[in-house]
């Protein structure tokens, strides 16, 4: 059974740091295409950055490009967000997701909120 588990989510001020966790279990993420969605509160689920698996590739949201970065650790199956200089627009739930081919499993998410 596929599990996605986010960690690491919390109040920051602006202005902040934080690094969020996914670690994966019943799939190896070095296998599939790593991704971190976000909801903000009455909006829908939006794109945040991604780590293609087969050539090592990055993306980001404009919104967040300069300040976040995903990354992993494949000995412990775990994809990072850092996000740096976070801004109250950042304030969501963010989610993990693992993409393939033929699947895509997402996470629980892990909440965000930013004060001023």
């Known amino acids: 059974q596929v599990q996605l588990v986010e960690s690491g989510g919390g109040l920051v001020q602006t202005g902040g740091s934080l690094r969020l966790s996914c670690t994966a279990s019943g799939l190896t993420i070095n296998q599939y295409t790593m991704g971190w969605f976000r909801q903000p509160p009455g909006k829908d689920r939006e794109f945040v950055a991604a780590h293609i698996h087969k050539d090592g590739s990055t993306y980001y949201a404009d919104s967040v490009k300069g300040r976040c970065t995903i990354s992993r650790d494949i000995a412990k199956n775990t994809v990072y967000l850092q996000m740096n200089n976070l801004k109250l627009e950042d304030a969501a739930v963010y989610y993990c997701?693992?993409?393939?081919?033929?699947?895509?499993?997402w996470g629980q998410g892990t909440q965000v909120p930013v004060s001023s």
């Open positions: 997701t693992a993409i393939s081919t033929s699947d895509q499993y």
